[in-house]
């Protein structure tokens, strides 16, 4: 891959350009389902792979595939493939990998449709999954059956932040010959490379930090091989989950500025994670930065920073987590997270409604957690706007 030698900043801007007709500095929206064969006997040729070229845009397109490998060459990948959102991403990824009567583990703490995606889903072709706490080692040592073929891992874990060592994790994969598949779009490659840390697989959804400006819905799988690109890339094929040319166009523009959005929404989140802990009215806060974090020593090896995305807990529970929601004004009451705006929900009632409260119990997600995700407007109004609305608690 070019520009090896590059520092992370600099890939942002270029990874993934080619040289276009009329030598355009971005790549043009190839806004077109289908690709004109020269001859009967190209087209042929096409699709035995014997020569290189586009047919169909759900097979490839170059406005897809120049945001593919802008996004590979920031994970350090081989290959990647476009998505039309995150959960296409991931449902692509572990259909991919897992056979009838194979076995799954999976973090507790995951975005809920990936939990519900696994256990309404999956299960329907006699995948058995076993959740567990994913930051315990032992916990996933002891979840290991003989036919463990993947584990999956969301780290820090969505809405929780809980941590996982992904080292430590890639060294029992590797050991029963299994795939270990990391979604990283709480952190982005800015500030966690999995794949350098010996995870098989990543994916994203790239409508958070990757894209940043909370217009697109879409996802990425990044693999580290030809084979498992290969295989990868027929079942999106056949799935027919792929990203748009226009939103890969999209999300292509929003990599240029992914290192400087990330490095203000990490300063501002750090004096927030500050400002909430040592406020009379939370009960206590997670930020991976914090010491406080359970899981901080594992953290400062694997993160670059610690990311946009601090939780809380009110005291006073569901009825104070509304009311502060309620009185909020700069931050935006949504879902979704990573963009340049401040976002701020409540998973039990939104994001994770769909696991049930028995699996947010077991995950941690409490009533009262509220979730932030931070933006880049000055900290100053961040802070005063959550202190007006903390004030309304009574
Ligand atoms: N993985 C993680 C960690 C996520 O947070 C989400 C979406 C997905 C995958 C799915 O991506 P999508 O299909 O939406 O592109 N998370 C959301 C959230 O926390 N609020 O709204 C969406």
Request: charged share 20%; aromatic share 6%.
């Amino acid at each position: 891959m070019k520009n090896k030698n590059q520092n992370f900043e600099t890939k942002c801007v270029h990874a993934g350009i080619k040289e276009y007709e009329f030598g355009p500095v971005v790549p043009p929206i190839y806004q077109t389902s289908t690709f004109k064969f020269k001859s009967t006997s190209h087209g042929a040729s096409l699709f035995k792979g014997e020569e290189e070229g586009y047919i169909y845009t759900r097979m490839g397109n170059p406005t897809i595939e120049a945001m593919e490998d802008a996004v590979a060459e920031l994970e350090g990948g081989y290959k990647a493939l476009g998505c039309g959102s995150g959960m296409a991403a991931i449902h692509t990824c572990l259909v991919s990998l897992l056979n009838h009567g194979e076995h799954l583990i999976c973090s507790k703490a995951v975005y809920g449709p990936t939990n519900t995606l696994i256990k309404n889903v999956l299960s329907k072709f006699n995948i058995e999954t076993t959740f567990v706490t994913t930051s315990k080692i032992e916990d996933i040592k002891n979840a290991v059956r003989p036919n463990t073929r993947v584990i999956y891992i969301e780290t820090p874990g969505n809405p929780t932040l809980e941590i996982a060592d992904l080292g430590e994790t890639a060294k029992i994969a590797k050991s029963i010959n299994a795939k270990l598949v990391v979604d990283n779009t709480f952190m982005s490659p800015a500030l966690q490379q999995p794949l350098t840390l010996g995870v098989d697989i990543v994916v994203h959804s790239m409508t958070k930090f990757l894209n940043g400006h909370a217009d697109v819905v879409a996802g990425i799988i990044v693999v580290k091989d030809k084979e498992t690109y290969t295989l990868f890339r027929k079942t999106l094929n056949q799935l027919g989950g792929v990203i748009d040319p226009f939103n890969a166009f999209l999300v292509h523009r929003g990599l240029k500025t992914l290192s400087i959005r990330i490095e203000k929404q990490c300063k501002n989140s750090m004096q927030i994670a500050e400002y909430l802990e040592n406020h009379t009215k939370v009960e206590w806060v997670r930020y991976p930065s914090l010491k406080s974090h359970p899981e901080y020593e594992i953290g400062l090896k694997q993160h670059k920073g610690h990311g946009a995305m601090i939780s809380f807990e009110l005291k006073g529970g569901f009825n104070a987590g509304e009311t502060m929601m309620n009185h909020v004004e700069l931050c935006q009451l949504a879902v979704s997270l990573g963009g340049v705006e401040t976002l701020i929900q409540h998973p039990a009632s939104m994001t994770h409604l769909s696991m049930g409260k028995d699996a947010r119990k077991e995950a941690g997600i409490t009533d009262g957690l509220v979730r932030l995700s931070v933006g880049i407007e000055n900290v100053d109004d961040i802070i005063a706007d959550i202190d007006h609305a903390l004030s309304k608690i009574i």
